[in-house]
C-alpha cells in the first residue's frame, strides 16, 4: 500500500505550519504504511552552506558524539542541531565531499539521510505518528515538504529503508508502488556514480532521476525520461530545494489526490488526508492524470 | 429522520445502524455528517431509505447497495457504488476510479468527472457521468449502459461484453475489440431515457454522443476456429 502526503506552500503566511498540517496529513495515512515513516523538510538555508542530516545505525545511537566527531576533523566551529535519533551539521558546501569521505573513512555506521542547504530529512521505523511526535515535525517550518508511510515489499523494514530517498543535493523522492528492472538500473547507475545505499526499489528511482538532472535534464524532463526508462507501478512525489513534482505510471493504479487554492498545492494518496487543510472546502481537488508530469515551482 | 455525525459516531456503528433496517422501516431519510473522507460509508444497505452524505467521501461508498438512494454532496474516493445491485448513487462532485466497478444494477449518477477504470467489469449497471472518464473505463463491460457527457480517456472499452457505451466528446483510443457503432432509433430512444433518469431530459441533445460497443471478435465464438477445438 503505502501513503504519500506532499504540502507546497505559496503562502508565506502558512510556512511556519509546513510541518504541523504534514505530520496531520501524514497521520491519517497510517494504516497505508504502519511500520515506518520519514519526512523531507525544506526549511531555512543560507547560500554557500549545505546541511548533512545523520543517522546512526539505531535509534539508540549517540548520533550527537559521531555529529561532533565530524565537526572535530572536519569544522571545528561548524552548528550541529539534533532531532531525536538524527543530527543535522551545517558546513560550508565546499566541505561536504570532505564530511562525507571522512565518515566512510571513520564512521561507516553513520549514514546521510539528505544533502543540501534546504533540505532535512527525518525518517525511522515505527508508526507513522509516533515518528512525526520523535521527530516533532509539527514545530517545523519550510516552504514544501513531502511525507510517506511505509508498507514494505521490496526491501527490509530499516530506517535506511524508509522514505523519502536522497540521492542528490537538496533532491528527494517518495513512491508507493513497486518497479520491476531496480536491479539492473542499480547497476547502471552506479557505473554512472550515482551513490545508492540500499537494495531498495525506490532509491533506483531517485537515482535514476539524479542522474538524469546531472546530464544536464530538468526535474521535469527527467521524470518524463522515467516513464521510458522505469518498469513497473508507481506514484512519485519528489522535491528539489524550489520545487515539487508528481507523476504516476501509465497505468496509474496507485491513488493519488491534489488540492490547490491560492495558498498551496497539496498531494495525498487518500482524500482524507487533505481535509485538515485550510480551505480545503473551496480547493480544486483533482486526481493527476496517468503518465504526466505536474511540477510547481518558487520563484 | 436519523442524523448520525461521523465525528461522533463510529463508521461500524453507522453502517450496523444501516444493516438493521428492514424493507418496511419508517425511518427513509438518513443524514450523515462529517464523512471526511471516510471509507465504506453506507456499503452494503438493503432497504428503500435515503441517505444525504454532507460531504466527501472515501473508498467504496454506497458498495454493494441495494434500493437505496444515497446522495454524496461531494466527491467520493476509489470504487463508488461498486457492485451495486440497485437503488441509486448520486455524487455531487468527481469520482475517483473504478466508480461503479462490476456493478450488477442501479443507477450511479456523477456530476463531476470520474476518473480512470469507470464501469470495469459493469454488469448491468446504468453510469451516467456529466463531466470526463479516465483511462480503460468499461473495461471487460458485460452489460448496462455508460452514458459520459465530456471526454472518454485511453482504451474506451477494452474487451468489452455487451455493455453500452454513449460518449459526447472526443476518445483519446478505443480498446481491443471496442468499436464505434451506428446510432439508430433504438438506441436515441434508450439514451433518452437515461438521460431523463439523470434529470438531463430535454437539456442534452442525444444526436451530440456517439455509440461504442464490442466488435465481438473478442469474445464470441467463431465458427472459423472450430478445427481448434
Known amino acids: ?299 | 429522520m436519523p442524523t448520525i455525525d461521523l465525528a461522533k459516531t463510529s463508521l461500524r456503528d453507522l453502517n450496523a445502524t444501516l444493516h438493521q433496517l428492514k424493507p418496511d422501516t419508517n425511518e427513509t431519510l438518513w443524514t450523515i455528517t462529517n464523512p471526511a473522507g471516510e471509507h465504506s460509508i453506507a456499503v452494503g444497505v438493503d432497504a428503500p431509505i435515503t441517505i444525504n452524505i454532507d460531504g466527501n467521501v472515501g473508498y467504496y461508498c454506497g458498495g454493494m447497495n441495494s434500493q437505496a438512494s444515497i446522495i454524496i454532496e461531494g466527491s467520493a474516493g476509489q470504487g463508488v457504488g461498486e457492485n451495486m445491485m440497485s437503488g441509486l448513487i448520486h455524487v455531487k462532485g468527481d469520482a475517483s476510479q473504478s466508480a461503479g466497478a462490476t456493478g450488477r444494477g442501479g443507477r450511479l449518477i456523477i456530476e463531476g468527472n470520474a476518473s480512470a477504470r469507470c464501469g470495469i467489469s459493469m454488469k448491468g449497471i446504468d453510469i451516467v457521468v456529466k463531466g470526463d472518464i479516465g483511462h480503460l473505463s468499461a473495461f471487460m463491460g458485460q452489460n448496462g449502459r455508460l452514458v459520459v457527457f465530456g471526454e472518454a480517456g485511453e482504451a474506451l472499452g477494452d474487451s468489452l461484453y455487451e455493455a453500452h457505451i454513449y460518449v459526447r466528446g472526443p476518445v483519446a483510443s478505443l480498446g481491443a475489440d471496442c468499436i464505434e457503432k451506428e446510432m439508430r432509433d433504438e438506441h436515441r430512444v434508450e439514451l433518452i431515457e437515461l438521460l431523463k433518469l439523470a434529470g438531463e431530459a430535454n437539456k442534452v441533445d442525444v444526436s451530440e454522443f456517439r455509440r461504442y460497443g464490442s466488435a465481438r471478435q473478442l469474445y464470441n465464438f467463431n465458427i472459423d476456429n472450430a478445427d481448434a477445438y
Not at chain 1, 571522512?102 to 507513522?128: C, F, H, Q, T
Not at chain 1, 521524470?223 to 522505469?230: N, Q, V
Not at chain 1, 508507481?234 to 497505468?251: H, K, N, Q
Open chain 1, 1 to 299: 500500500m503505502c501513503g504519500i502526503a506532499g504540502l507546497f506552500i505559496k503562502d508565506k503566511a502558512l510556512e511556519p505550519q509546513l510541518g504541523a498540517l504534514l505530520a496531520k496529513m501524514t497521520s491519517t495515512l497510517c494504516s497505508r504504511g504502519p511500520d515506518s515513516a520519514g519526512f523531507a523538510i525544506y526549511g531555512a538555508g543560507e547560500k554557500g552552506k549545505s546541511k548533512l542530516t545523520l543517522s546512526g545505525p539505531s535509534e539508540s545511537y549517540d548520533i550527537m558524539a559521531a555529529a561532533r566527531k565530524l565537526t572535530a576533523a572536519i569544522a571545528p566551529d561548524a552548528p550541529i542541531t539534533q532531532r531525536y535519533s538524527h543530527a543535522v551539521v551545517t558546513l560550508d558546501a565546499d566541505d561536504v565531499a570532505r564530511a562525507e569521505a571522512w565518515l566512510a573513512a571513520n564512521l561507516p555506521d553513520v549514514s546521510i539521510m539528505s544533502e543540501g542547504e534546504r533540505l532535512e530529512i527525518y525518517k525511522e521505523v515505527g508508526y507513522p505518528d509516533d515518528v512525526a511526535k520523535e521527530f516533532a515535525i509539527a514545530e517545523m517550518s519550510g516552504t514544501h515538504g513531502i511525507s510517506h508511510t511505509r508498507m514494505a515489499t521490496e526491501s527490509a523494514v530499516t530506517t535506511n529503508g524508509a522514505h523519502p530517498f536522497s540521492t542528490g543535493r537538496d533532491q528527494c523522492l517518495v513512491h508507493n508502488g513497486s518497479l520491476s528492472n531496480h536491479a539492473s538500473l542499480r547497476r547502471e547507475l552506479r557505473r554512472d556514480g550515482i551513490k545508492i545505499k540500499t537494495e531498495n526499489d525506490t532509491e533506483v528511482a531517485a537515482g535514476y532521476l539524479t542522474r538524469q538532472m546531472n546530464n544536464g535534464q530538468t526535474l521535469g524532463e527527467a521524470l518524463k525520461a522515467s516513464l521510458d526508462d522505469l518498469d513497473g507501478f508507481f506514484t512519485f512525489v519528489v522535491g528539489t530545494e524550489t520545487g515539487f513534482g508528481v507523476l504516476r505510471d501509465p497505468i496509474a493504479c496507485k491513488p493519488a489526490v491534489m488540492a490547490e487554492t491560492d495558498q498551496y498545492v497539496a498531494f495525498a494518496s487518500e482524500y482524507k488526508s487533505l481535509t485538515c487543510l485550510p480551505g480545503i472546502k473551496s480547493a480544486r481537488v483533482w486526481e493527476p492524470k496517468p503518465a504526466t508530469v505536474y511540477f510547481w515551482e518558487h520563484n
